[in-house]
């Protein structure tokens, strides 16, 4: 089994604004650092760039991977350059009191949809941690989620 991952934020401004400078141009070099982390394995990439917005709202924007484990992304996320830019999402991001970022367990090759990341999302905003759909702090092994 290998660890997908949704993660749904709300920029503050428009993602053009000068506020999110930053954030937009370190996009690029971020996902090429995730692109060759250990365990590392897909990562969803919208044709017409690094972000991308199921919701009818510009301003909301997806990521989506599927990595080797859950200690591969943890690792990518808190111990790479990844971890200088969450530090200051706070800067390009809204506060949200629900959750953002759902975790799950997909089969080996299996690649996730965005919808289904949305859905896995939504089962965590209204069930809280499951086998199904959980978060770095409350997870379940891939045994659970069968």
Do not use: C, K
Not at 64 to 80: G, H, I, K, N
Not at 135 to 144: D, I, K, M, S, Y
């Amino acid at each position: 089994m290998h660890l997908a991952q949704f993660n749904r934020a709300r920029l503050t401004a428009p993602s053009a604004d000068p506020v999110n400078r930053d954030f937009t141009d370190n996009l690029d070099r971020i996902n090429r650092l995730a692109d060759v982390s250990p365990g590392f394995v897909w990562r969803f990439v919208e044709e017409e760039g690094s972000t991308f917005s199921p919701y009818d709202d510009p301003q909301i924007i997806v990521t989506m991977s599927v990595w080797e484990s859950r200690q591969a992304l943890f690792d990518f996320t808190y111990r790479s350059g990844h971890l200088e830019f969450l530090r200051r999402r706070r800067e390009w991001f809204g506060h949200m009191e629900e959750p953002t970022i759902v975790l799950w367990w997909v089969p080996e090759g299996h690649t996730p949809t965005v919808e289904e990341g949305m859905a896995r999302l939504e089962l965590l905003r209204a069930q809280g941690p499951t086998p199904e759909a959980f978060t770095f702090r409350e997870h379940f092994e891939p045994a659970a989620a069968r």
